[in-house]
């Protein structure tokens, strides 16, 4: 269907153009429902994260067919404003989180036919703000119902952190049936549910994704330690102690000592997405230990690495290494859940990672300019 563009239907979208290397501001179609399971969303809140700034170098994202740009943002929160007539599950005013990814086109594609598009098996999904397909960062954007997942209104001002925690929310998915493996470890909770009881686990990183991730084990009951390069005290670092996690400095204490204070490693979390201290952390991981790696690094020159001794120890050490990326639905819903539970536990803690929010029109800065604060947010609504 073809949108007739004047300027009444258009809004203000951020968005990269590849061809010319430019970020900035355009005037976008204001979405029109399409179909009857679609909804108009108004945007609230829109997070920035490394891939978008990553994608405003030209290195990673791509615009849909026939579009000179991308409109960038896949970290949303909305307000439903209009409702397709099949719509059944929101009513205008309805605080939603929409998804990322979206499935690839292919009949033989069994993960996509099963909903599960995070572990597409072609690589032709889309991703919105990443990869063909616009994103968040507009005035509103249309959806369709089965990508939205409702939001309580109590947590209004923190569930732009959604998406960044679905990530940990599927790692741990893969996680505790591998820690099932091992019978004597497998404890369980109330409600039967497992916990990290017992166990050490080791967050790499105290961005927004290492501190949610932090957050998410030290209340699934882990010893968590969180690892990170600079010196504190530090605007993360107090985060981090702040909720009863030590940091420790990868400056200050060298890994080895650093091995020591933690005993044996049971679960590192990578959220830094920088490969040499990954894979020098990955070569200190204790017995019967799993690695998770969830960042992404640009390519850069090799690097040397002691392969030997993280291959005699992956396999002399029982390890498992899983990588992970996106998430399902049942992880947008894990992560709300969540976020409910840490705005009960650590209130001011959960809303200090949002470092800073601005207008659109301070969009360009926060993309291009060296990276500040903890998690920054463009504020649709003030
Ligand atoms: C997003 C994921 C996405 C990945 C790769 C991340 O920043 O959170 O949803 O799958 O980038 O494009």
Redesign the pocket.
């Given at each position: 269907m073809r949108e007739r563009h004047n300027e009444a239907n258009k809004m203000q979208a951020v968005a990269a153009i590849p061809k010319k290397k430019e970020v900035t501001i355009v005037d976008h179609p204001r979405p029109l429902l399409a179909s009857d399971d679609e909804v108009i969303v108004k945007s609230l809140d829109v997070g920035i994260?490394g891939?978008d700034r990553e994608i405003c170098t030209f290195v990673y994202g791509d615009p849909p067919h026939g579009s000179d740009y991308l409109v960038l943002g896949?970290e949303s929160l909305g307000v439903v404003q209009e409702l397709g007539s099949a719509v059944e599950g929101f009513k205008p005013g309805d605080l939603v989180v929409p998804s990322?990814?979206r499935p690839c086109v292919h009949d033989h594609c069994a993960p996509c036919r099963a909903d599960l598009q995070d572990f597409c098996a072609t690589g032709d999904f889309v991703?919105r703000g990443?990869?063909m397909s616009h994103g968040y960062m507009t005035e509103f954007y249309a959806e369709r119902e089965k990508y939205l997942n409702p939001v309580p209104a109590n947590l209004r001002e923190v569930a732009v952190l959604v998406?960044p925690l679905t990530?940990v929310e599927k790692a741990m998915t893969q996680v505790w049936p591998t820690q099932n493996r091992l019978p004597w470890v497998r404890h369980h909770g109330e409600n039967g549910r497992p916990t990290g009881k017992g166990l050490n686990a080791v967050v790499l990183g105290a961005g927004p994704v290492g501190i949610l991730g932090a957050m998410k084990l030290k209340s699934e009951g882990f010893n968590t330690f969180v690892y990170s390069r600079s010196k504190a005290p530090n605007l993360k670092s107090e985060l981090v102690e702040s909720l009863g996690i030590p940091y420790i400095s990868a400056l200050e204490t060298p890994l080895e000592a650093f091995s020591e204070r933690v005993g044996n490693i049971d679960l590192v979390y990578e959220a830094v997405g920088v490969s040499s201290i990954s894979y020098r952390v990955l070569s200190i991981l204790g017995l019967n230990g799993i690695f998770v790696f969830t960042g992404?690094p640009s390519p850069k020159p090799a690097i040397e690495l002691e392969a030997d001794v993280i291959m005699r120890n992956v396999v002399l050490k029982n390890q498992v290494v899983i990588g992970t990326?996106?998430?399902d639905q049942g992880s947008f819903v894990a992560a709300i859940k969540d976020l409910n539970v840490f705005m009960n536990l650590w209130p001011e803690a959960l809303k200090a990672l949002i470092t800073r929010r601005c207008g659109v029109e301070d969009s360009r800065s926060l993309l291009l300019d060296k990276a500040a604060g903890i998690k920054n947010v463009i504020a649709f609504e003030s």
């Open positions: 994260c891939t896949h990322v990814r991703e990443i990869k998406e990530i992404i990326v996106n998430a």
